[in-house]
């Protein structure tokens, strides 16, 4: 019986990765509203106590989140439309290089390829240039009009989980069926709540010291666009091991492509993985301690079917999706092998 059970509990959750993964588009912006709502749920109760109304510091709350985004985001566009045109730069570069290797190919299969990719139309680098500018034009024309979509529907929700959220929360209480189950949920809830919201403020807080701390060593190093730099640290910092990799990787592109093929070019990346070392190593564990420790091959998984599901966004989302999963399996009897699985 206890076989039959666990294999019904299996092929509900490939149901229900199956059904998240066909309905993404969906589903991403409420599970990202659903967050930024738990987030901001104690500032919006902590204006309540001043007697503001609810809907009031709801829209108070938002209207803050959405202007502070907006002025980050204004700082890096224009740094991020320079690198992305010298990116394109790079790319021409390159492919002139192949052409110039090309050039001289021996052995007439060689000769006749080059030629036909010659009697075909433009040379090499070109259909290389087009073919990326084509690219860099249907990912704008596809998904700028789906993000900016995606990005009203997460604010309006947000605000509507901010201002009723909590009714709909005491509805559902209501209709368990025993005080313990009723008491049960609650606990869940309350610890979900203070938790997540301490584990993710802490976590932002490391983030942000983290990134300025990389942003102010690249400028001392004479990188462009710093503040650039220690904004991708920061962010990618909130998806543990693989953001490392991405941003060591960046880093070290943006060292060759400034410094060129020398020494100097490893200095950046070398600052960076220096300071998430003391980040990762010291810091953290330090601030966060043992509570919301969590067993590093998991958190991978974790990180690799959220991102599958959902993309960036899941991947960033992941690890406090987690935390929350080992807080509530704490106080349900039947899911404390769940616990003992993620510590």
Same mark, same amino acid.
């Given at each position: 019986?206890?076989?039959?059970?666990?294999?019904?509990?299996?092929?509900?959750?490939?149901?229900?990765?199956?059904?998240?993964?066909?309905?993404?588009?969906?589903?991403?912006?409420?599970?990202?509203?659903?967050?930024?709502?738990?987030?901001?749920?104690?500032?919006?109760?902590?204006?309540?106590?001043?007697?503001?109304?609810?809907?009031?510091?709801?829209?108070?709350?938002?209207?803050?989140?959405?202007?502070?985004?907006?002025?980050?985001?204004?700082?890096?566009?224009?740094?991020?439309?320079?690198?992305?045109?010298?990116?394109?730069?790079?790319?021409?570069? %390159?492919?002139?290089? %192949?052409?110039?290797?090309?050039?001289?190919?021996?052995?007439?299969?060689?000769?006749?390829?080059?030629?036909?990719?010659?009697?075909?139309?433009?040379?090499?680098?070109?259909?290389?240039?087009?073919?990326?500018?084509?690219?860099?034009?249907?990912?704008?024309?596809?998904?700028?009009?789906?993000?900016?979509?995606?990005?009203?529907?997460?604010?309006?929700?947000?605000?509507?989980?901010?201002?009723?959220?909590?009714?709909?929360?005491?509805?559902?209480?209501?209709?368990?069926?025993?005080?313990?189950?009723?008491?049960?949920?609650?606990?869940?809830?309350?610890?979900?709540?203070?938790?997540?919201?301490?584990?993710?403020?802490?976590?932002?807080?490391?983030?942000?010291?983290?990134?300025?701390?990389?942003?102010?060593?690249?400028?001392?190093?004479?990188?462009?666009?710093?503040?650039?730099?220690?904004?991708?640290?920061?962010?990618?910092?909130?998806?543990?091991?693989?953001?490392?990799?991405?941003?060591?990787?960046?880093?070290?592109?943006?060292?060759?492509?400034?410094?060129?093929?020398?020494?100097?070019?490893?200095?950046?990346?070398?600052?960076?993985?220096?300071?998430?070392?003391?980040?990762?190593?010291?810091?953290?564990?330090?601030?966060?301690?043992?509570?919301?420790? %969590?067993?590093?091959?998991?958190?991978?998984?974790?990180?690799?079917?959220?991102?599958?599901?959902?993309?960036?966004?899941?991947?960033?989302?992941?690890?406090? %999706?987690?935390?929350?999963?080992?807080?509530?399996?704490?106080?349900?009897?039947?899911?404390?092998?769940?616990?003992?699985?993620?510590?």
């Amino acid at each position: 019986m206890k076989d039959l059970r666990w294999m019904l509990s299996c092929a509900f959750l490939i149901l229900v990765c199956f059904v998240v993964y066909i309905t993404r588009s969906l589903v991403l912006p409420i599970i990202v509203s659903m967050f930024f709502a738990l987030l901001l749920n104690p500032i919006v109760n902590y204006l309540n106590r001043f007697a503001v109304p609810r809907s009031l510091s709801s829209v108070l709350t938002v209207l803050t989140l959405v202007i502070a985004l907006g002025l980050t985001f204004s700082l890096l566009v224009s740094p991020m439309d320079k690198w992305v045109k010298q990116v394109s730069k790079i790319s021409e570069d %390159i492919s002139q290089k %192949i052409d110039e290797v090309a050039k001289p190919l021996t052995g007439e299969a060689e000769q006749k390829w080059y030629q036909l990719s010659k009697d075909r139309g433009e040379p090499m680098s070109q259909k290389i240039k087009s073919q990326v500018s084509v690219a860099f034009m249907q990912v704008a024309t596809n998904f700028t009009p789906v993000v900016l979509f995606q990005a009203l529907t997460v604010i309006v929700l947000t605000f509507f989980f901010l201002t009723h959220g909590q009714s709909l929360y005491r509805n559902v209480v209501a209709t368990l069926p025993t005080f313990r189950h009723r008491r049960i949920f609650v606990t869940i809830g309350k610890s979900i709540q203070s938790d997540v919201s301490y584990y993710v403020l802490i976590i932002s807080v490391i983030n942000t010291g983290l990134g300025l701390s990389v942003a102010g060593a690249l400028y001392l190093l004479g990188v462009e666009d710093a503040l650039l730099w220690g904004a991708f640290a920061g962010i990618f910092n909130f998806v543990p091991y693989l953001g490392l990799f991405v941003v060591g990787v960046i880093i070290t592109g943006v060292g060759f492509i400034q410094f060129g093929d020398n020494w100097q070019a490893l200095y950046p990346v070398m600052a960076f993985l220096f300071l998430n070392g003391i980040e990762s190593q010291v810091v953290t564990p330090t601030v966060l301690g043992q509570r919301f420790q %969590i067993n590093p091959l998991i958190v991978i998984l974790w990180l690799f079917v959220f991102g599958w599901l959902l993309g960036v966004v899941g991947m960033i989302l992941a690890v406090p %999706i987690l935390v929350s999963c080992k807080i509530a399996s704490a106080h349900v009897p039947s899911l404390r092998n769940c616990q003992k699985l993620l510590s």
